[in-house]
């Protein structure tokens, strides 16, 4: 049997491949619950500093596989259904949001690279990611609207904190498919690239040069920046205070400043 998902580690950087080309890497339940279990692996095993996601074949993801969704749910004909029918629809929708709030919530930082399809869960998975990036011609959507669905795992409590109101609300109303042009253009991913040679290069590069840095630091800064977006200026002030006040004097910390006196690249291996 092939594995619907492979773990690479390369320069202390961790690649996660779907790899269900065949089903233009469909989601299915398998996909959608091992990707953050491989990422709480990966921060166990303390096997990597950054985290690339990629698709194999020729798309990143088409979403969440329908036809397990649709078993999974019970749907019949009469679209009828009981209290006992409405309470595991509820658990299975809280299991699929918590899927992505892990990866939300992973302190190794995770980058989103996305060409061909990458719609509906898709779109709303690599929202969880901290970095963003795409080929020019990707597509992506919000496309619940157009099922009879309110989008339910985390794109319309996560994008109003990347893109505007206005341009999530266009989206999310219309549930129509947007590119990787105009995903730049409202700043849901970072770059474009022509090609996805050129995409995979541009994340590599990205990862690896997180990766050069310490990584009690990064991971710090990524806590710093998650919990903050929830507090008052003040407040979140006070907490990069207490960090510091904790973590400041360290190895990390000497190596940075006699590098910088030194000028030279600073050693956090």
């Known amino acids: 049997m092939v594995d619907k998902l492979i773990k690479e580690i390369k320069n202390d950087v961790a690649y996660i491949w779907i790899n269900r080309p065949d089903k233009k ?99 709303s998975m690599i929202s969880a990611c901290d970095i963003r990036l795409s080929t020019r011609d990707a597509t992506f959507s919000i496309g619940e609207t157009k099922l009879g669905l309110v989008a339910d795992v985390g794109i319309l409590q996560r994008m109003p904190k990347i893109v505007s109101k206005g341009d999530l609300r266009e989206l999310a109303f219309t549930g129509r498919k947007f590119n990787g042009e105009h995903a730049e253009k409202i700043r849901f991913v970072n770059s474009t690239y022509d090609s996805v040679e050129e995409l995979y290069k541009a994340g590599q590069d990205l990862a690896e040069e997180i990766a050069s840095n310490s990584k009690h630091i990064v991971q710090g800064t990524k806590e710093i920046l998650h919990k903050g977006e929830d507090l008052t200026t003040d407040q979140a002030l006070d907490l990069v205070k207490l960090w510091n006040t904790s973590y400041l004097i360290s190895e990390d910390l000497k190596e940075g400043v006699i590098a910088f006196l030194e000028k030279r690249d600073p050693d956090f291996s």
Request: proline content about 3%; overall charge negative; hydrophobic content about 45%.
């Open 25 to 123: 890497n469909a989601l299915d339940f398998d996909v959608w619950f091992g990707i953050p279990d491989l990422i709480d692996e990966i921060v166990e095993k303390d096997e990597a500093k950054c985290i690339l996601l990629l698709g194999k074949g020729d798309s990143f993801s088409a979403g969440i596989d329908i036809t397990v969704l649709m078993q999974d749910m019970n749907l019949n004909e009469n679209l009828s259904s009981t209290a006992s029918d409405r309470r595991e629809t509820m658990k299975l929708i809280s299991d699929l949001q918590n899927a992505f709030t892990r990866i939300a919530k992973s302190p190794i930082p995770t980058i989103a690279l996305a060409h061909g399809f990458c719609i509906g869960g898709a779109t």
